[in-house]
């Protein structure tokens, strides 16, 4: 396998760097032995004639902050010129206007664009670019300051043909038609071709959008594609997806070609767990820039000994941070971690080895000034967000822990645990903590080895109490967005 590995690279290099040395020249006969290897540990990643996808379309998303719903209302009222009414129907414009400022989780179905002539009051009668057979258009009202108008362009019957043509071309029609390509594997060939015509039906849509309804453009992702072509499986799926799927350049488990009736932000429970990804993550389906990955830049590693712990902060759209009701739950879980390394270290602690007692302290003082620094936006979030978020609505497709299941109100189940664990050391905090540090200077009094001997015990127990006292505090804030 080693040979065939070298193979891969000269092929993978070949026409960069011909320098005719004896060590970098292929053979016909190495050339033939490796594709005999490749087919034969990839025997499977071509389709089969009896099987097929069924390219459905993409959506493509518009976001709009509460600064910029002047677009989306002068979008909403050129598409009102162009629609059929029943005549005892409002504008849609209008009934945005009206939902757009409650304190609501909203969809609302706007219309199919289609070419077809109708009094259906859902039809609007605008003829779709020609790769298309209609446009779903819906708006999505999620959070305070996010509001989304999608477009779902669903292909022709023709044009899903031809895209799924091009995953049943044989070897030879494939490399007679990319002779320049003769070096690649089937696979990559057939990912190009893809990524060609999406990026064409991306153009088509989006220029047609400028140009029917040019005040939908929002400043966010003007330019931006948001969403991979959404795949629908016939009734009977194929055996191997994921390989197909490789072959797309999607991730079977991660990307938007099984999401069928999703708004562009179908959000998994970080906790879930896949076969392939024993890593946490948190999956949404749109725009490319901001889906959430494990190397992506909205992840933030906490670090230490909980290195699998990937907190997912917020997806910024330059105008407001925007909570996901998701990150609320993780980070809970995160508090929980930490208080028990806390307890743990802490009941390790010898009062009397001041050097040993040092460390330790200043370690606890990192972990929690990084608490301090961070549940701040998640509090604060939380309370603007209150009033209409619902992590159990369908809008969040909630897949929750055992633990959750076991305990309908999870802060409930954190705060009874708090409460065993620290009934003793509350006890003690409220006798002494009138008395001593406030808590702002506690860590660095604490840290100072200039300290009497006879005061260091009974600060380091206003140390961890008020410490954990903190924790809860923030429970008990968390506990109030409901």
């Not at 009668?125 to 209609?134: A, G, K, L, V």
């Not at 009202?141 to 895209?163: A, E, G, I, P, Y």
Request: positive net charge.
């Amino acid at each position: 396998m080693e040979r065939f590995k070298h193979i891969i690279n000269l092929i993978n290099n070949n026409q960069k760097d011909n320098k005719n040395d004896n060590n970098t020249d292929i053979s016909n006969e190495e050339k033939q032995e490796f594709w005999g290897q490749y087919k034969k540990e990839n025997k499977n990643y071509l389709l089969k004639n009896n099987d097929s996808f069924d390219f459905v379309g993409f959506w493509t998303h518009e976001i709009y902050s509460s600064n910029d719903l002047k677009n989306l209302f002068k979008a909403l009222e050129e598409f009102d010129e162009n629609k059929i009414y029943d005549f005892r129907e409002k504008s849609i414009a209008d009934t945005v206007k009206s939902k757009i400022y409650s304190p609501n989780i909203f969809t609302k179905n706007i219309g199919i664009i289609t070419s077809k002539h109708s009094y259906n009051s859902q039809l609007i009668n605008i003829d779709p670019p020609s790769e298309f057979e209609y446009i779903r258009v819906k708006l999505y009202h999620q959070l305070d300051s996010l509001t989304f108008l999608s477009f779902l362009f669903v292909l022709r019957k023709n044009k899903m043909k031809f895209l799924d043509d091009i995953l049943k071309q044989d070897i030879k029609s494939l490399y007679e038609n990319h002779s320049f390509e003769k070096f690649n594997p089937p696979s990559i060939i057939k990912k190009k071709q893809i990524e060609k015509e999406k990026d064409l039906l991306y153009k088509t849509a989006t220029d047609w959008i400028k140009e029917k309804a040019p005040g939908i453009c929002s400043k966010q992702n003007l330019h931006h594609p948001v969403c991979d072509l959404i795949l629908r499986n016939q009734s009977n799926p194929i055996k191997n997806e994921p390989k197909y799927m490789k072959t797309l350049g999607l991730n079977e488990k991660f990307n938007s070609w099984n999401f069928e009736n999703t708004t562009g932000l179908y959000l998994t429970h970080p906790y879930q767990k896949y076969e392939d990804d024993k890593r946490r993550k948190l999956i949404l389906a749109g725009n490319k820039e901001k889906i959430i990955d494990s190397n992506n830049k909205l992840l933030h590693d906490i670090g230490g000994d909980m290195t699998s712990y990937k907190i997912p902060l917020f997806i910024d759209d330059k105008v407001s941070r925007i909570l996901i009701p998701w990150v609320f739950f993780y980070i809970s879980e995160v508090f929980l971690k930490y208080l028990y390394k806390t307890r743990d270290e802490l009941t390790q602690v010898s009062f009397s080895e001041f050097q040993e007692d040092y460390s330790k302290i200043k370690n606890l003082e990192n972990e929690f000034s990084w608490i301090e620094s961070i549940v701040p936006h998640f509090i604060n979030d939380i309370q603007k967000s209150k009033s209409f978020i619902n992590y159990l609505k369908q809008n969040f497709k909630f897949k929750p822990l055992l633990l959750h299941r076991q305990k309908k109100d999870f802060f409930s189940y954190i705060q009874s645990l708090l409460n065993q664990n620290l009934e003793f050391m509350s006890k003690e905090y409220e006798n002494i903590s009138a008395r001593y540090y406030s808590n702002i200077n506690l860590f660095s009094a604490l840290s100072n080895k200039e300290l009497s001997d006879d005061n260091l015990f009974i600060q380091k127990i206003v140390l961890v109490i008020t410490a954990l006292m903190l924790v809860i505090n923030i429970i008990m804030l968390a506990l109030n967005f409901d």
